[in-house]
């Protein structure tokens, strides 16, 4: 029998278990080891039409974790990876557990004041770093001292083609601020120093821990979630078994994903970089997704993609592009939104252009990060975030912790197998984001149907209070953006002297006639007066983290 507290267990797709089973692993190490052994002539990843085989990707990442392992750093050492989607991050990422560390992800686009931070607070011992931001490093070297910088360019580990393609970046489009950084070493060195040592296997365990994944940091400093090697495997299988009747449509030969979310960020770390292993896939890495031309013409060589996570920014950004319109998807089986929140317009216009449906999911790095995911089998945007995955509870949970009848909007709270350990050195923080029996406390506010499925209402801190009406940004952002020449929108609260506070709009114009007062018309159709943006401000561009989501808060700032 259904337990009534589970309502959406009834409707799981045929063939999806309740519960995942990670029995038979002691690791993540094994679910590599088994894709090693089981694929290792398909080819694991391409970056630039270079390819590495299954079999490449398990010496490297051995030579890889030999080398670690010969510095003498203590096991469970945290190392740290500062790179975009090229074949370095997939190898220094599975070297790194393979030598028995901690892989901390580090977004290469961080300021020398956010990656001190980073690197302090993690307690790294080694730094993987692309030579294009090995500058911001060296601001703080003598700060953070480390007993190991390993820099690599864009072009190492392509051979001759991989010399022009260094040239380019350094001498033409001159993108490697000039640094210097003593006792550094090449990824190929290391690699090779690597291959002259023998490779000690691990002794690690489910409850060791694989990942330190730093939080956004869009509500301040960026905390440090602890995922286990259990909550890493769990999540993957939650999410395979998940996305399985929808993969079981069409029979292919090898899966295919594309990789143009960065891998350094959780959800393509779980949803690309380890299902992909899992699933003998193949890795398609986009190094710069914002390169839309470049982007473009890599979709339109691979008719192929099976797979294809992204988030709403980066969905309408493509479609905005005219060369767009050609690129055709015949083998697409999941087209996944995650990262923020999916806008229906922006959703219905991508299945209208490319007639796939965009299935979105929903979770947090502390949930490593799948919690919720529509089914690959709906036939077109719900609106909703889907299903709690296997395993998984979710509850809505009211300011008083109680939770609250269906359609009641409240705080979204998860329990599973994929939820963190807590925030690294942080018991504090911890304790306050977790309830007595165990849930995690997301800081979203959402509201669940009796089927159990959720909608996700906005951010808890995003919340704008209008004379004591609750203001949701996402509602009136979807609102903003069906304004036709209206390209991207943002809103926050501003304080306001009659009405506490009001709703201040920030608008990227994709028509430039567009004018303040069509925008206020249209809202007084659509919104009710409390709800209406009191201020608009026109913006060549929004704030954006590394996936592409909206800053608020920067906006807040200003």
Known sequence: MVNPAKPWLK????????????????SLLDMFEEAFERYPNRRACEYLDKFLTYRDLDQHSKHFASYLQSLGLEPGSRVAIMLPNVLQF????????????????????????????????????????LENFAHVYQHIAAE?????????????????????????VRNVKKLVPAWDIPGHITFLAALSEGSLQRWNKPNTSLSDIAFLQYTGGTTGLSKGAILLHSNI???????????????????VDQLVFLCALPMYHIFALTACAVLGMRK??????????????????LLKKHPNINIFPGVNTLFNALMHKPEFATVKFPNILATIGGGMAMQKVVADHWQEMTGAPIA?????????????????????????????VPSTEVVILGDDG?????????????????????????????????????????????????????????????????????????????????????????????????????????IVKQDPSLTEETILAFCKENLTNYKRPKHIVFRKDLPKTNVGKILRRELRDL
């Open 11 to 26: 409707h799981y797709p045929e063939g999806v278990p309740h519960e995942v089973d990670i029995t038979g692993y002691n």
């Open 90 to 129: 997939q190898i220094a990422m599975i070297g790194i557990l393979r030598a028995g560390f901690v892989v901390v992800n580090v977004n290469p686009l961080y300021t020398a004041r956010e990656l001190e931070h980073q690197l302090k607070d993690s307690g790294a011992s080694a730094l993987v770093i």
């Open 144 to 168: 953070v001292p480390l007993k190991q910088t390993i820099v690599t360019s864009l072009g190492e580990m392509i051979g001759l083609k991989g010399s022009i393609v260094n040239f380019v």
């Open 233 to 251: 495997l769990s999540n993957v299988i939650q999410t395979e078994l998940w996305l399985e009747p929808g993969l079981k449509r069409k029979q």
């Open 280 to 297: 003998g896939g193949l890795l398609v890495l986009v190094p710069n997704p914002r390169d839309f031309d470049g982007f473009i013409k």
């Open 360 to 388: 979105e999911g929903y979770g947090l790095s502390e949930t490593s990060p799948v919690a919720c995911v529509n089914s690959a089998l709906i036939e077109s945007f719900t609106g909703y975030i889907g299903f709690p």
């Open 402 to 506: 109680i939770e609250v009848p269906f359609g009641t909007p409240g705080e979204i709270c998860i329990r599973g197998p994929q939820v963190m350990a807590g925030y690294w050195n942080k018991p504090e923080e911890t304790k306050n984001v977790m309830t007595a029996d165990g849930y995690f406390k997301s800081g979203d506010i959402g509201i669940m149907n009796a089927d159990g499925l959720t909608k996700i209402v906005d951010r808890k801190k995003d919340m704008v209070l209008v004379s004591g009406f609750n203001v949701y940004p996402n509602e009136v952002e979807e609102v903003l953006s069906l304004v036709p020449g209206v390209l991207e929108c943002a809103v926050i609260g501003v304080p306001d002297e009659d009405s506490g506070e009001a709703v201040k709009a920030f």
